[in-house]
């Protein structure tokens, strides 16, 4: 059973930057698809983006060009590196895993594991 655990959210001005770190443990992180989520109150849970098991990423429109979504093997750990942060940004954000399969992409339906969430809040 994978487990996956997040750190790294906080606050901070728009333009600011954060990375996010999902440390994963009995799951192992190369080769696997994974992806980061975030949701903001009062709202469904929205895929942000997605790391496949040969490298290739995906990222919602809305984040494309500021965020970049990464993989460090030796440690086990999926980053999310967030730049020119903006107020519609602020959400709980979530590391999920694939248990197995080939196709990954930044759909909920995809992912088996999820961790708890860390808050990221952004001030205009």
């Known amino acids: 059973q994978g487990q996956l655990a997040e750190s790294g959210g906080g606050s901070v001005q728009a333009g600011g930057s954060l990375r996010l770190s999902c440390a994963a443990s009995?799951?192992?992180?190369?080769?696997?698809?994974m992806g980061w989520f975030r949701q903001a109150p009062g709202k469904e849970r929205e895929g942000v983006a997605a790391f496949d098991s040969v490298g290739n990423t995906r990222y919602v429109n809305s984040v494309k060009g500021r965020f970049i979504i990464s993989k460090d093997n030796a440690k086990n750990i999926l980053y999310l590196q967030m730049n020119n942060l903006k107020p519609e940004d602020t959400a709980m954000y979530y590391c999920a895993a694939r248990r197995n399969g080939v196709y990954c992409d930044i759909n909920i339906s995809l992912f088996d594991y999820w961790g708890q969430g860390t808050q990221v809040t952004v001030s205009s």
């Open positions: 009995g799951y192992t992180v190369r080769g696997s698809c």
